[in-house]
C-alpha cells in the first residue's frame, strides 16, 4: 500500500513551490486557535488624559461637542455605527456638524491614536479653515492634534491624529 504524502511533503520536493515554515509545535505560523477575540460592540469610552499604553499612541485632548448640533444628539449612535461597520454612511442638513464632529467621534472611539484620520475636503480654503475649527474645538493648537496639507503647505505635526486634506493630497 503506498505511503499517503501531506501537502507539505508535496510543497517542498517541488523547488518552485513557496516553502512554509512551521514552529516546533507543528502549528502552521501566525495562526492561533482558529478562533477570533470577540470584538467589543459599540464605543468605548476613552479617558483622554490617559491613553493606554502602546507604542505610537498619541495623547487626546478632553473632547467636547457642542449641543446645538444636530449630529451632536446622535453621537452615541453615530458612534456604535462607526465601531460595528467598516463604511458607515451620515447624511444630514448643511451645518448639523458633519464635518467637524465626525472627527472628534472618531477620536473618542480611539482612532487617531496610533494612525492618523484622514479627513478630505474639496478645496484648499474648506480644509483650512476646518481643521482650524476642530484645533479650536478642541483647544489644541493648529498642527499639534489637527493638521491640514493643501497643495504647497503642510501644517501636520508628527504627532497629530486628523489631518484635513485636499481631494488631490489623499490621491
Do not use: W
Amino acid at each position: 500500500m503506498p505511503e499517503k504524502s501531506s501537502p507539505d511533503a508535496a510543497r517542498r520536493d517541488r523547488p518552485d513551490a513557496p516553502q512554509t515554515a512551521r514552529p516546533a509545535d507543528g502549528k502552521p505560523a501566525g495562526r492561533g486557535s482558529g478562533r477570533r477575540a470577540p470584538r467589543p460592540r459599540g464605543p468605548q469610552p476613552v479617558d483622554a488624559g490617559r491613553a493606554p499604553a502602546g507604542a505610537g499612541d498619541r495623547p487626546l485632548p478632553a473632547i467636547s461637542y457642542p449641543e446645538d448640533l444636530p449630529v451632536s444628539a446622535c453621537r452615541q449612535q453615530i458612534a456604535r455605527a462607526i465601531a460595528d461597520h467598516p463604511v458607515v454612511i451620515v447624511c444630514g442638513e448643511t451645518g448639523s456638524g458633519k464635518t467637524t464632529q465626525l472627527p472628534k467621534i472618531c477620536l473618542e472611539l480611539g482612532r487617531g491614536r496610533q494612525k492618523m484620520i484622514g479627513h478630505t475636503q474639496p478645496r484648499r480654503l474648506a480644509a483650512t479653515s476646518v481643521a482650524k475649527r476642530i484645533a479650536e474645538e478642541l483647544n489644541t493648537p493648529m498642527g499639534e492634534v489637527v493638521g491640514y496639507q493643501v497643495r504647497f503647505n503642510d501644517r501636520t505635526g508628527p504627532n497629530a491624529s486628523i489631518k484635513l486634506m485636499t481631494d488631490g493630497i489623499l490621491l
